[in-house]
């Protein structure tokens, strides 16, 4: 009987072993891939130290060098460089944004009541982020960095007023720096789901992570896991999307085929659905 050829699954681990939402990421594709194993066979995933930035990482994955899989926001560029596995992993979650600000400057956020105060104000956002671009196109002032981490120690230095992040980055983020805080009454959303990402070449690894997700999907176990995650189910307690003014604004960025997907029965991915 002829061996089963070993997928090697390498995704950037470059400063990102030590946060706990990308475990979360981490561990639903790994789930994805051993429910795809008695189809696809074995499989080895490994974290690499490569991919600096986003920019980098997606080129590492077009080109099939040292990564081959990564999760990310997805837009319409990144569709075009790589391929998308259409099946939202974090449930609407990754555009609902609510802010890093600095400590003791809650009251200055509990006073804003209408979308144009919060554009008024300066937003910190990555260089090569698709929601600096969506967030630009909707009127709001933005002051970028190339690094992430940069911006955290700006914020810190008032280069700009408040540090939008999806929820499932926001307090693992405060946790590590003391002198910010997250904001407690508003919230922006936009669509802006989360999806596994690999080469346009990569077919074979792009049909084995869709069949493994949708098959979670079909027995229960991705809802099961989203439930249980000690992170997920974290994050929602803390949020308190109930008490927040939510914000909407338009993503100009989703393809069409994105859009439809969200918008389906299957899927409806908005942050309004745990209110």
């Given at each position: 009987?002829?061996?089963?050829?070993?997928?090697?699954?390498?995704?950037?681990?470059?400063?990102r072993d030590n946060l706990p939402y990308d475990k979360y990421y981490r561990e639903?594709?790994?789930?994805?891939?051993?429910?795809?194993?008695?189809?696809?066979?074995?499989?080895?995933?490994?974290?690499?130290?490569?991919?600096?930035?986003?920019?980098?990482?997606?080129?590492?994955?077009?080109?099939?060098?040292?990564?081959?899989?990564?999760?990310?926001?997805?837009?319409?560029?990144?569709?075009?460089?790589?391929?998308?596995?259409?099946?939202?992993?974090?449930?609407?979650?990754?555009?609902?944004?609510?802010?890093?600000?600095?400590?003791?400057?809650?009251?200055?956020?509990?006073?804003?009541?209408?979308?144009?105060?919060?554009?008024?104000?300066?937003?910190?956002?990555?260089?090569?982020?698709?929601?600096?671009?969506?967030?630009?196109?909707?009127?709001?002032?933005?002051?970028?960095?190339?690094?992430?981490n940069s911006l955290f120690s700006m914020l810190t230095k008032q280069r700009f007023?408040?540090?939008?992040?999806?929820?499932?980055?926001?307090?693992?983020?405060?946790?590590?720096?003391?002198?910010?805080?997250?904001?407690?009454?508003?919230?922006?959303?936009?669509?802006?789901?989360?999806?596994?990402?690999?080469?346009?070449?990569?077919?074979?690894?792009?049909?084995?992570?869709?069949?493994?997700?949708?098959?979670?999907?079909?027995?229960?176990?991705?809802?099961?896991?989203?439930?249980?995650?000690?992170?997920?189910?974290?994050?929602?307690?803390?949020?308190?999307?109930?008490?927040?003014?939510?914000?909407?604004?338009?993503?100009?960025?989703?393809?069409?085929?994105?859009a439809q997907v969200i918008n389906s029965k299957q899927y409806q991915t908005s942050?309004?659905?745990?209110?």
């Open positions: 009987m002829p061996a089963v050829a070993l997928d090697v699954v390498n995704y950037s681990s470059h400063g639903l594709l790994a789930l994805a891939l051993n429910k795809s194993s008695p189809r696809f066979g074995p499989y080895q995933l490994n974290g690499v130290d490569a991919g600096k930035t986003q920019t980098n990482m997606i080129e590492l994955i077009k080109h099939r060098h040292i990564v081959n899989v990564a999760w990310t926001m997805t837009s319409k560029a990144r569709e075009r460089e790589l391929l998308p596995i259409r099946v939202p992993l974090f449930k609407g979650l990754g555009g609902c944004r609510i802010f890093l600000i600095r400590q003791g400057e809650q009251e200055r956020f509990s006073q804003i009541t209408q979308v144009s105060d919060l554009q008024n104000l300066l937003a910190g956002q990555g260089a090569d982020w698709p929601d600096t671009s969506i967030l630009k196109a909707n009127n709001f002032n933005v002051i970028t960095a190339k690094q992430h007023d408040y540090f939008p992040r999806a929820l499932h980055e926001a307090y693992s983020e405060a946790a590590r720096f003391p002198e910010l805080i997250v904001e407690q009454s508003s919230l922006l959303y936009y669509p802006a789901p989360f999806f596994f990402f690999v080469s346009k070449e990569d077919k074979r690894l792009a049909e084995r992570i869709e069949y493994g997700l949708n098959k979670m999907m079909a027995d229960g176990s991705f809802e099961q896991f989203f439930n249980q995650n000690p992170y997920s189910k974290s994050v929602l307690a803390k949020a308190n999307i109930n008490n927040r003014r939510i914000y909407t604004l338009k993503n100009q960025l989703l393809t069409a085929q994105t942050c309004r659905q745990f209110q």
